[in-house]
C-alpha cells in the first residue's frame, strides 16, 4: 500500500467521523425538547372594581367521586365569579398571593407542580452548585420564553391571565413542570390521597364551580352554585370517565 493510498484512506475515515458527528449533532437539536401539550385554554377575567376585603363571604364545603381508579394526581377545584347574565363575571380587586420561588437545582422545577392565581408571580432561580445554565420557557395557550440565564441568575414572570402551563427547559430535555393559574383565591387543591374540600372566605354571589386534572383521565366537572353570608354551600363533584 502506497503512501498516497493510505493518506486517502486516512482522509476518507477522517470525513466519515465528521460526518457521522455532524448528523448526532443535527439530530439532537433537531430533537429540542418542544413537547406538545393538551392545555386548557387561558381566560383574561375582568376584575372590576369590587374587594374581596370589603366583601360579605360564605364557604363552599364539597366532595368528589370518582367511576374508575383515580391516577396518583392532583385535582384543582376553583370558582368563577358569574354576572348578572349568568356568564364569567368580574372577578373582583384581591392581593395577589406572595411571589413563588422555584428552584432549577439538578437540572430539575422545584416544586415542579403550583396552582397559581392571577396577577402572582413566579420567580425561576438557577440557583446550580456547578456552571449550568438554564432555559425557561412555556407552552399552551400562556406561552412566553425567558432566555436563557447562568448560575446564580434568576428570571421573573407574572400571569395574568388563568389557565394551564406546561413549564420547560430548552437545555434539559427531562426537566418539565406544570402551573394552573386561578382566576381567583377561590380554588382547593385535591391531593391523590384527599377527597373532600372547603374554600372559605368566598365573597357572597353566583359561580360556576370547575375542576381541573394535572393528568386528565375523568371528564372535568362544573356545576352553578350560590354562596351567602355567612353561609355553606355544600356540593358533590362527580369525576366521570
Request: some cysteine.
Amino acid at each position: 500500500m502506497t503512501n498516497m493510498t493510505r493518506k486517502l484512506l486516512l482522509l476518507g475515515g477522517v470525513l466519515a467521523f465528521t460526518v457521522c458527528v455532524t448528523a448526532i449533532v443535527k439530530a439532537q437539536f433537531a430533537s429540542r425538547h418542544d413537547p406538545v401539550p393538551t392545555y386548557s385554554k387561558a381566560v383574561d377575567y375582568k376584575d372590576g372594581d369590587w374587594k374581596w376585603s370589603e366583601s360579605k363571604t360564605g364557604t363552599v364545603k364539597g366532595s368528589l367521586t370518582f367511576s374508575a381508579r383515580r391516577p396518583q394526581q392532583p385535582v384543582v377545584v376553583y370558582l368563577v365569579k358569574l354576572g348578572a347574565d349568568d356568564k364569567p363575571g368580574e372577578q373582583g380587586l384581591f392581593d395577589a398571593p406572595d411571589d413563588l420561588s422555584v428552584s432549577q437545582k439538578g437540572a430539575s422545577f422545584e416544586p415542579s407542580f403550583s396552582v397559581l392565581v392571577r396577577k402572582q408571580k413566579v420567580k425561576f432561580l438557577n440557583d446550580e452548585k456547578s456552571e449550568i445554565s438554564h432555559n425557561v420557557y412555556f407552552l399552551g395557550d400562556i406561552e412566553a420564553d425567558l432566555g436563557i440565564f447562568e448560575q446564580g441568575e434568576s428570571r421573573a414572570h407574572e400571569f395574568e391571565k388563568a389557565g394551564e402551563v406546561s413549564v420547560h427547559c430548552s437545555i434539559h430535555k427531562r426537566m418539565d413542570g406544570k402551573f394552573y393559574v386561578a382566576p381567583n383565591p377561590a380554588f382547593a387543591v385535591l391531593e391523590s390521597n384527599e377527597s373532600s374540600f372547603e374554600i372559605k372566605n368566598v365573597p357572597a354571589g353566583k359561580y360556576k364551580l370547575h375542576t381541573w386534572q394535572k393528568q386528565k383521565r375523568f371528564k372535568d366537572f362544573e356545576t352553578t352554585l350560590e354562596v351567602t353570608d355567612g353561609g355553606t354551600a355544600e356540593v358533590t363533584v362527580e369525576m366521570k370517565r
